[in-house]
């Protein structure tokens, strides 16, 4: 994707709109644990369309705000997002990911793992672990990828996304 | 921002990923206090605006001004409209906190609960109110069925409580009958493991059924004496003549919680009274529900009976567009 397709002014804009619905909207919906992760969506989106190593940082600082809400481990949240930051990044690179479907799969890929490595540096028993990564961040992934799939299209002719997928 | 066509993996890529990687290992690994200092700053500063954002979003949410509303008009129309379903159980979560609010002979703050999407987020809970509204640590926080934890660290606006759920929460408990004494912890193993609690140390000899209820014994001086736990649903494991240690359903589900009190007054005597039985709950919820209807009748009955007056004026009254009343002569025999 060519720098001018999604240029920066855009993306800082859906970007804001995102926190806003992280912090505005997402409380307003259903259960917590289910509900989407607008965050993860921006730093998705970010990343997919930036080099590792700022993919990274984005992750770090994404963590950053996720650890300080939620302090259960003080940096788990930082590390696990900035891993998503950064495999997001290369995943990129290496998949096609030109389209709707497969943008939305990274997405819902990206909250498994980084619940996976929450709750690995956090420290959860086996059953927690087991609850959590079977039941709750399957469908927090889903309604987190298909918020993603909402914004693509809302915003599609800025991300170049193919809809004839 | 690179393309996909030209990204190249550059040393500046290689510093930054080390440097993030490194940044959050020693978040990990450096104690705990340092992390919660820096969660405390940063959301006292940066994030602040976010906090207070979502803090504005949940109270839209929970539709707490609309609950007052209702509780002020206390008319028919409100009424009936509790009986949504969804309106209708945060309306009686709301009264229980205030039902409870009331009991309690102990200062309190209200607060919201923040849940955040994390998959941690029942142990640690994000509140709305912090040291400006008298917040401070180590304060229980309760909700309507029991406890629900305890204040971990405080900041201006907000604070973070550690629930129950949290591997490393810990409180003093007794059963409602009094003869047994222990701790309560996690539960950590078992086939409801996640989601229980364990009421350990209790002595051999002092064996407790099922369906006791577990309450706070307020030994330690941070929980006050008389808050529910949980219930006794069965037996965990038996050390060999010296311990046995129970399985208890929480009285109380942090996940679920959307609005606490926490308790500000230090040490207090026994809240056993301010935590009454379902039983004794339900018997006040239907007595009031009784007292509202008899309002309701009253009410109707008043304006039938107006009503009725004003008909019989109009119908009495030429002014008012009615025929005088009249007394009809006595009938008398028609001769045909």
């Not at chain 1, 992760?37 to 705000?65: E, K, N, Q, T």
């Not at chain 2, 509140?127 to 309760?142: K, M």
Request: net charge positive; aromatic share 8%.
């Amino acid at each position: 994707m060519s720098p001018n397709r999604v240029s920066r002014a855009q993306l800082l804009l859906v970007m804001i709109l995102l926190l806003v619905l992280q912090f505005y909207l997402r409380p307003r919906l259903w259960d917590a644990r289910i509900s989407p992760d607008f965050l993860l969506i921006a730093l998705m989106l970010y990343a997919m369309r930036s080099s590792p190593g700022v993919a990274a940082l984005a992750g770090f600082v994404v963590g950053l705000i996720a650890d300080t809400l939620t302090p259960a481990r003080f940096g788990a949240g930082a590390l696990a997002h900035t891993l998503v930051g950064y495999l997001a990044a290369w995943g990129r690179s290496i998949f096609f990911a030109d389209n709707m479907l497969v943008n939305a799969g990274f997405v819902a890929a990206g909250l498994w793992f980084r619940d996976l490595v929450v709750l690995l540096t956090s420290g959860s028993d086996h059953r927690q672990l087991l609850t959590e990564l079977t039941l709750y961040s399957p469908l927090q992934a889903l309604t987190t990828a298909g918020c993603a799939l909402l914004v693509l299209i809302t915003f599609r002719a800025w991300f170049s996304i193919r809809l004839d997928a | 921002m690179a393309s996909v066509s030209d990204r190249r993996y550059t040393r500046r890529d290689t510093v930054l990923v080390l440097l993030c990687l490194g940044l959050s290992f020693v978040g990990l690994f450096s104690p705990v206090e340092r992390g919660q200092a820096i969660a405390d700053t940063l959301r006292e500063t940066v994030l602040a605006p976010l906090v207070w954002l979502q803090a504005r979003a949940e109270e839209g949410r929970t539709s707490r001004v609309r609950f007052r509303q209702v509780t002020a008009e206390r008319d028919s129309s409100s009424y009936l409209a509790q009986f949504l379903p969804s309106l209708r159980a945060e309306n009686e979560r709301l009264r229980q906190l205030l039902r409870l609010s009331r009991r309690l002979n102990t200062s309190y703050i209200a607060a919201e609960v923040l849940h955040q999407p994390q998959a941690t987020d029942g142990r640690t809970l994000l509140l709305s109110a912090g040291s400006r509204d008298g917040v401070s640590a180590f304060n229980p926080v309760v909700a309507p069925e029991g406890l629900i934890g305890v204040i971990l660290s405080v900041s201006s606006r907000s604070s973070i409580a550690m629930s129950w759920a949290h591997p490393e929460f810990r409180v003093s408990a007794f059963t409602v009958s009094g003869n047994a004494f222990g701790v309560v912890a996690p539960a950590t193993e078992g086939r409801y493991g996640e989601g229980a609690l364990e009421f350990r140390g209790v002595p051999y000899r002092d064996s407790v059924p099922l369906g006791t209820l577990v309450l706070s014994s307020g030994l330690g001086g941070v929980f006050p004496k008389g808050i529910p736990v949980g219930t006794v649903i069965g037996t965990v494991r038996v050390e060999a003549g010296w311990e046995r240690v129970y399985r208890l359903r929480p009285a109380a589900n942090p996940g679920s919680a959307a609005h606490v009190l926490v308790l500000a007054g230090g040490r207090t005597g026994d809240l056993a009274r301010a935590f009454p039985s379902d039983s004794l709950l339900e018997a006040m919820r239907l007595d009031s529900i009784a007292r509202v209807r008899r309002a309701d009748s009253v009410a109707q009955a008043a304006r039938a009976a107006r009503a009725a007056r004003r008909d019989s004026l109009a119908r009495s009254s030429p002014i008012l567009g009615g025929t005088p009343t009249v007394t009809p002569p006595p009938a008398t025999d028609s001769i045909p």
